[in-house]
């Protein structure tokens, strides 16, 4: 195989469309790239799914591939979900911690993985394994399983476990660990400072548990470890300390990694995302991926070849990341299954794990504080306010960020009026709030990330005043509980979906009970 195309087979790229662009088609063609990654931009009916990644499989047999494509997704659940209409809603990692019960983790990857394998879709990047200890991570929180390392690790295992079991790859990810931060690496680098025995007894523990159980990769972070890696500002992803070093060397692993999205802000800003690819696979990873534009696509594979002929990488060290990548494909890929897969399945968005998905939301929802339900007259007024959903983190996908609360409590009592608040609130709408709450029985009040947001902690302050009976639920992050302790009960749903949210009022007024604890501690 010539050089160009080893180099593309350890490429994993991005395109825009429900169906195969010139510009993917031209990447697989001509380069024989080794993945692909969709989005929500790519993401249609289970049919125009399943279509789209026929038509890239046949794309790439057609080229004169050898082994089927990579196709991978972002299905963590939760916050952080790609697959949209008539696929079931799962719940996510922190909603499952919340169940105490690593089990139901099992179930959750085995349904998300039957769903993605009936699509074509062969490798889900999930489960999040990083340890959610810092209540201002503004990009990781709801989507750690806890604070816990060895429960991490306990539902992380079993996630993966379900989803390899319906013949999906998995991907433990951030390696050597997120959870610590308080910076987003799509808008920059963090940095965590903890020495060697601290990141052993906290932010490792899990990736082991996950790696002595076959995890198929794993993904790295885009964050800066100064203890391992002395050049300042270098992130994991392009640290040969961390991937070989620690990764291959100290832990033994001996699969395939991958890098996140070079075009986030942490590389992009700094060494530049084809760049970044050269330091990346220098580093010992296998897999780069660049999700969305096409210059910077070839661009990476023109400067890793051109790296590899001035001897800057080594042609052994390309065809070590061919031998994982090959084995990888071999375990769960092969063309009589894409070629016979031309119908979506039953099980796509079926009864059955609809049943699974309400299971769980039942016993994850939690009420972190008074009690439930409340008794409500047919005739009682009820104010539902909550604001925008204009959503928390780049890596969610805006097409589910409409919240749906008030809509849902209005078809369950008729007397409910509906006040959805910007975002940021603005002082004349507290106002405006204040001066009709007394006209109401209830007050249902939804938080979005209060304990981050000042513009909400004000309009809690001005609630704390009133005489009015309120419920809040704390639509996302569960740290907002330390901030409504007045209210006569709280929930956490730890994610907008609307089965949480519906779970949640059918636990308010009394049509459901829920039995979670918080996976977090409430300072």
């Not at 409409?402 to 507290?430: C, W």
Request: charged share 25%.
């Amino acid at each position: 195989m010539e050089l160009t195309k080893k180099v593309g087979q350890m490429m994993v790229f991005g395109f825009k469309g429900v169906t195969a662009s010139d510009e993917i088609k031209y990447l697989i063609r001509e380069y024989h790239i080794g993945g692909v990654i969709l989005f929500g931009r790519n993401i249609g009916t289970p049919e125009e799914i399943l279509n789209l990644t026929r038509e890239l499989q046949l794309e790439a047999k057609n080229a004169g591939y050898e082994r089927p494509l990579l196709i991978c997704i972002d299905q963590e659940n939760g916050a952080v979900r790609r697959l949209g209409e008539g696929a079931t809603i799962m719940p996510g990692a922190m909603l499952l911690g919340a169940t105490g019960k690593p089990e139901l983790a099992y179930e959750a990857g085995k349904v998300t993985g039957r769903e993605l394998r009936a699509l074509g879709i062969n490798w889900n990047l999930a489960p999040v394994v990083d340890v959610n200890n810092n209540p201002l991570n503004p990009v990781i929180g709801v989507r750690s399983f806890g604070e816990e390392p060895e429960k991490v690790a306990d539902f992380a295992s079993e996630a993966v476990r379900g989803m390899q079991e319906s013949g999906v790859m998995t991907t433990i990810k951030h390696f050597p660990g997120h959870g610590d931060t308080n910076v987003d690496s799509h808008l920059d680098l963090p940095v965590i400072n903890h020495g060697m025995d601290r990141l052993e007894r906290v932010e490792l523990v899990p990736f082991k548990a996950c790696l002595e159980k076959g995890a198929d990769t794993v993904m790295s972070a885009h964050v800066y470890f100064p203890t391992i890696e002395p050049e300042q500002n270098r992130p994991a992803t392009l640290s040969k300390r961390v991937i070989t070093g620690l990764l291959r060397e100290k832990l033994g692993f001996d699969r395939v990694v991958t890098t996140d999205c070079m075009e986030m802000d942490a590389i992009a800003k700094g060494i530049g995302t084809p760049q970044g690819g050269v330091e990346a696979v220098k580093a010992g990873i296998d897999l780069v991926m660049v999700s969305h534009l096409h210059d910077q696509q070839e661009k990476t594979i023109e400067l890793i070849v051109e790296s590899i002929k001035n001897g800057d990488i080594s042609k052994e060290h390309i065809n070590q990341s061919l031998t994982r990548i090959n084995r990888l494909k071999d375990k769960y890929l092969n063309w009589n299954d894409i070629e016979t897969n031309d119908e979506v399945h039953s099980s796509v968005g079926s009864d059955e794990h609809h049943k699974v998905a309400d299971f769980i939301y039942k016993n994850g929802i939690t009420v972190a504080q008074g009690e439930l339900p409340i008794n409500l007259a047919e005739e009682q007024k009820v104010l539902v306010v909550y604001p925008k959903n204009d959503y928390a983190a780049l890596v969610e996908d805006k097409r589910y960020s409409t919240m749906t609360l008030g809509e849902r409590f209005k078809e369950i009592h008729q007397q409910t009026d509906i006040l959805e608040m910007d975002n940021p609130i603005s002082n004349t709408q507290i106002k405006e709030l204040m001066d009709k709450v007394s006209d109401y029985d209830l007050i249902v009040l939804g938080t979005l990330n209060a304990s981050l947001d000042e513009p909400q902690q004000h309009l809690l302050k001005e609630l704390e005043k009133v005489k009015v009976p309120i419920v809040a639920i704390a639509i996302r992050s569960p740290y907002d509980v330390k901030l409504l302790e007045f209210t006569q009960a709280t929930l956490c749903t730890y994610e907008f979906s609307q089965p949480a949210l519906q779970t949640a009022i059918e636990a308010i007024v009394g049509q459901t009970t829920v039995n979670g604890k918080l996976p977090v501690t409430i300072k």
